[in-house]
């Protein structure tokens, strides 16, 4: 009677068995699709997110060119001769007439400091105060930002 009852569980058992193996490959087989699938998209989605990136970038410079093309036309118009003789004359002036009137302010403002600043030494020490007065203060620092800029700029153009 054990052997019946065993034949019989194992009958019933293997009657199962290919069913539940099938199954459970079957189940797996469906995961590691799953998880290609999750890892396609994923790859998917990020190759489209490079290739908006570059888009975004691309149209960037675009805008950029065609900044620096009106840019450049509008510095193209502001040179071109109207025919107007004294339009023409004062646009060639203006420039140059407005660089020389600030030169000559700063000239002017710095004399003026320098006096007030020299006037009130009296003594050798004084003197030393009074350069580092000077070249401390606000007219100081734009000489030597004017300076710095022209030797700056005259060594890199030599570059």
């Not at 998880?35 to 570059?54: D, H, M, P, W, Y």
């Not at 060119?65 to 339009?87: E, H, M, N």
């Not at 600030?102 to 105060?129: H, K, N, P, Q, W």
């Not at 030597?144 to 890199?156: D, H, M, P, W």
């Amino acid at each position: 009677m054990l052997t019946a009852a065993v034949s019989s569980i194992v009958g019933l058992v293997s009657g199962f068995a290919p069913k539940l193996v099938k199954e459970f490959t079957d189940s797996r087989s469906h995961k590691r699709e799953m998880e290609s699938l999750r890892l396609q998209t994923e790859l998917q989605l990020k190759i489209a997110e490079k290739e908006g990136n570059t888009r975004v970038a691309e149209m960037d410079r675009k805008i950029e060119i065609a900044a620096y093309d009106a840019q450049a036309g509008i510095a193209k118009a502001s040179l071109r001769k109207t025919g107007i003789k004294f339009v023409d004359a004062w646009n060639g002036v203006l420039r140059p007439f407005t660089v020389t009137l600030i030169i000559l302010l700063f000239v002017g403002m710095s004399t003026a400091y320098s006096y007030a600043v020299f006037s009130a030494v009296e003594t050798l020490a004084d003197i030393r105060g009074a350069v580092e007065l000077l070249w401390g203060s606000l007219i100081g620092e734009a000489i030597q930002a004017v300076l710095g800029f022209l030797f700056g700029y005259r060594s890199g153009r030599k570059l």
